[in-house]
């Protein structure tokens, strides 16, 4: 009864005319999809550069706390060098 009534009811003008605008949203929805997926690749990509160069600053970082020992080493040595003429000095 609901089917023949809905037959009655819709011409193939209305159908057409539905048909149109679910193409319409189908190419809408599409092209949204599409948009989004490059942003998720932008921003992966941007992520990616991001842990790079974070990777990179920490190679740099620990790079300085190793050459920051080095001349606490070197500081170290010629703190003891300097005690030892010093000694040396008052000695004579």
Known sequence: ??????????TKKDFE??????????ERTE?????V????NKLAEAQK???????KLE???????EA????EKKLNELAEA????EKTLQGH
Do not use: H
């Open 1 to 10: 009864m609901v089917d023949k009534e809905l037959g009655e009811r819709l």
């Open 17 to 26: 005319v539905f048909e149109k605008r679910f193409e319409a949203f189908a």
């Open 31 to 35: 092209e949204n999809f599409r948009k």
């Open 37 to 40: 997926w490059q942003a998720i």
């Open 49 to 55: 550069r991001s842990e790079e160069r974070l990777t």
């Open 59 to 65: 190679i740099t970082v620990q790079e300085l706390a």
């Open 68 to 71: 920051q020992k080095e001349t």
């Open 82 to 85: 300097q005690k030892e003429t």
